[in-house]
């Protein structure tokens, strides 16, 4: 099994439609991350939470929201799906401290907003 | 305003050949810097780190090269091969907090 999942891989929604995106670690790490993917834009930080109580904005959080449902569970909500949230989604974790290796990210889910 | 920045969107280098990527930043508050690489229909995966208090870290055919003064980040890929073509980003934190990631730079390498 995979480190950290996604579900689902992949997501064709309408306009309007309020969707979750859902990831799952087996790491046991704190941090987890929510990043979205444009062509040219590279990765772009949503939201990142540090442990179950703490959530936080990143770059980009406006259309969007997150629960952290256990350490283990954070999930990624698009409360009235707009076009331009077509993106690659990823989820990564991290137990970030200077020598580690970063993130360990999942697969993506690839979401289209027609 | 983006804090880190791949200035080429793709580089083409002849397999054995050296493929330097290129990473600039604009807060000298960064002081752990990453290379990820990624495959299509993959996450990206960590390849090679570097703190500010050193100027160079390798790992094998892979080497990254920082420049405080310039805040410049290059990666060095000696020699190149061909599964080495990939998107490759880079990356910057400041104090172990939440990375920060560069627009990707998309590598191929040809026989």
């Known amino acids: 099994d995979a480190d950290v999942t996604q579900t689902p891989r992949n997501r064709i929604t309408k306009t309007g439609k309020r969707i979750m995106l859902e990831c799952s670690q087996t790491?046991?790490?704190?941090?987890m991350y929510w990043y979205r993917q444009d062509p040219g834009l590279g990765l772009r930080l949503i939201y990142y939470?540090?442990?179950?109580?703490?959530?936080n904005k990143g770059e980009i959080s406006d259309g969007y929201s997150v629960s952290r449902q256990a350490q283990a569970k954070f999930s990624l909500s698009l409360e009235s799906a707009i076009p331009n949230q077509t993106a690659l989604y990823f989820c990564?974790?991290?137990?970030?401290?200077?020598?580690?290796?970063?993130?360990?990210f999942g697969s993506g889910t690839r979401l289209t907003v027609v | 305003d983006q804090q880190v920045k791949q200035n080429s969107p793709s580089l083409s280098v002849q397999e054995g050949r050296i493929s330097i990527l290129n990473c600039d930043y604009t807060?000298?508050?960064?002081?752990?810097f990453l290379w990820y690489k990624k495959y299509p229909a993959e996450g990206p995966t960590f390849l090679i780190s570097?703190?500010?208090?050193?100027d160079k870290n390798e790992d094998g055919r892979f080497t990254v090269f920082l420049n405080k003064s310039a805040k410049h980040l290059s990666l060095h890929i000696v020699p190149s091969q061909p599964g080495d073509s990939a998107v490759y980003f880079c990356?910057?934190?400041?104090?172990?907090?939440?990375?920060?990631f560069g627009t990707g730079t998309r590598l191929q390498v040809f026989p």
């Open positions: 990564a974790t991290s137990d970030f401290s200077e020598g580690s290796d970063g993130y360990t």
């Open positions: 790491k046991g790490h704190d941090r």
């Open positions: 939470s540090f442990d179950v109580k703490d959530i």
């Open positions: 807060n000298s508050m960064f002081d752990y």
């Open positions: 570097i703190s500010s208090i050193k």
């Open positions: 990356a910057a934190s400041t104090n172990t907090d939440k990375l920060i």
